[in-house]
C-alpha cells in the first residue's frame, strides 16, 4: 500500500519472498529494525527498501497487506 510514501516508516508495501533473494539490495536500516523488532520475518523485505540488482525475484503478498480490488494468483 506505500502508506508512509515509501520512506520506510509502516509495513504496508511487505512482501514475502518466494525466491530471489540474492538478487536483492541488501537490508536497509528500516529493514533491520523491523526485523530486530520482529515486525518484519526472516524472507520478508519493505518493496519500497529493496532494490533489484539483478536477475528476478518471486513474491507473495501477505493477506493483511492485500487490496481488496485486486486479485492475487495466491
Ligand atoms: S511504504 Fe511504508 S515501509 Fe514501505
Excluded: W
Amino acid at each position: 500500500m506505500h502508506a508512509c510514501g515509501k520512506k520506510g516508516r509502516c509495513t504496508t508495501c511487505k512482501i514475502i519472498l518466494k525466491s530471489g533473494e540474492e538478487n536483492l539490495s541488501p537490508p536497509t536500516k528500516p529493514e533491520l529494525d523491523y526485523l530486530s523488532q520482529g515486525r518484519l520475518k526472516c524472507g520478508e523485505r519493505l518493496s519500497c527498501q529493496a532494490e533489484l540488482t539483478t536477475g528476478e525475484i518471486v513474491v507473495r503478498v501477505g493477506e493483511f497487506n492485500k487490496f481488496p480490488h485486486i486479485a492475487y494468483s495466491e
